[in-house]
């Protein structure tokens, strides 16, 4: 059975579901060239319905969240949420009833630095979760009881971003900073596999660096929207990469490219009223960090803006080996409400997202909850943070239903 639809695609959709794009051969890699319109009929869209809400604005401490900044379900049932604010993790029954704290603030055994996340599911289910600024990996047993921690060495680059994958794999993406020293700085982000203890295993990819956030003469410098490494594993262990100032997706197999996945994106320009409202936002987060007078000056100096918004904001890998893109958010696109707690360090995506089916074929758009960002989605099930109209944070847990025989016809099982 279906459930309700909290909202589903807006595109127009393909009458008789016959998909309009081509395929094309390039040197052995498939260029999927995909229309505007999905390949979704009006009833065999996939749809989104809420099934587990945990968190209050006000009441139970142990319902109410700072910084949700990684979720994992466990293998008995229940869910394990990082705080990244109260550096702490909180378990929860399957119903969402709290059941206790582990860990805090600190750098002894099952403790967390600042910035900790997020919460990774590792070989046997061992639990794993980055922590930069003690410069290791804390582990946990499935159970959420500490083990010890392994090491992370920072020499190479800092890690940027981290996912695990259904086989159990942890990747992350290193970036070099060059802070601190003169040594010559490489202009290319690497994206490795690590082992339990940490180590480095393989190097699976290398691109070109993003350019939002660099360090010049050890002061940060910001360049909302300009062009970033965008990355994702699929359900099916395929490894999608894209450079989002064009709506063009490399499908790789190991290290070698096997499709492109392309679709039409209108470029818009970032207009000034748009870079003033995210400049004000900024400083005023800026304000809240403790920063005044000439620091904050240096701050405002470093905010630049690209000329063009990018084509999408985030990827993840959704059910059945679909991929998914998240559109971007403008400011000047939020209501009035929302624009009273505008924050850009919490990113840029919208509520809407293409999903694409195993051959990179456009399915069509799939509406979120507004103000809800995916952390993981595995199998049919999507873990999210939700934020209410006072901007304060819960975790939610959305459910994917379709016709199971829909995903195999659109690929042409």
């Not at 009006?42 to 604005?57: H, P």
């Not at 860990?103 to 599911?121: D, M, N």
């Not at 020293?181 to 596999?193: F, N, P």
């Amino acid at each position: 059975m279906v459930l309700s639809c909290l909202a589903c695609g807006g595109e127009a959709a393909v009458p008789d579901g016959e998909w309009a794009g081509a395929v094309r051969d390039s040197a052995g890699v498939e260029i999927v060239s995909n229309p505007a319109g999905g390949l979704w009929t009006v009833g065999d869209r996939w749809r989104v319905s809420e099934d587990l809400r945990i968190g209050t604005q006000a009441g139970d401490p142990d319902y109410q969240f700072g910084a949700i900044a990684g979720i994992a379900e466990l293998p008995e049932g229940g869910l394990v949420v990082l705080d990244q604010q109260a550096q702490h993790l909180r378990v929860f029954s399957r119903d969402g009833a709290y059941l206790r704290t582990v860990g805090g603030p600190g750098s002894g055994p099952g403790e967390f630095g600042l910035g900790a996340g997020p919460v990774l599911v590792g070989p046997g289910d061992t639990l794993f979760v980055p922590d930069p600024s003690n410069q290791r990996l804390n582990r946990f047993t499935p159970a959420v009881e500490p083990l010890d921690s392994a090491p992370i060495d920072f020499s190479g680059g800092f890690p940027s971003a981290w996912l695990d994958t259904s086989d159990g794999r942890i990747i992350n993406q290193v970036r070099p900073l060059g802070i601190g020293g003169d040594q010559e700085v490489s202009s290319s982000d690497l994206i490795l596999e690590r082992g339990s203890d940490g180590t480095v295993k393989d190097t699976l990819l290398t691109f070109p660096s993003g350019a939002t956030f660099q360090m010049r003469d050890g002061v940060p410098d910001f360049t909302f929207f300009s062009p970033e490494p965008v990355w994702a594993v699929t359900t099916d262990d395929a490894f999608v990469y894209g450079y989002n100032d064009v709506y063009r997706i490399g499908v790789y197999d190991g290290s070698s490219l096997v499709r492109v996945i392309e679709k039409p994106f209108v470029s818009r320009p970032v207009a000034e009223s748009e870079q003033e409202l995210i400049r004000e936002a900024m400083l005023r987060a800026f304000e809240e960090f403790g920063l005044s007078g000439p620091q904050l000056e240096v701050f405002r100096d470093a905010i630049g803006f690209a000329e063009s918004y990018p084509a999408y904001a985030l990827m993840r890998g959704g059910p059945e080996g679909s991929l998914w893109v998240q559109h971007l958010q403008l400011p000047s696109e939020l209501p009035p409400e929302e624009l009273e707690n505008f924050n850009p360090q919490l990113g840029f995506g919208a509520p809407t997202w293409d999903v694409f089916d195993p051959a990179g074929r456009f399915l069509g758009e799939l509406e979120m909850p507004r103000r809800y960002q995916p952390l993981r989605i595995d199998g049919n099930r999507i873990y999210g943070v939700w934020r209410d109209d006072l901007d304060v944070q819960h975790v939610l847990v959305m459910r994917v239903e379709w016709d199971a025989a829909d995903l195999e016809s659109a690929a042409g099982g």
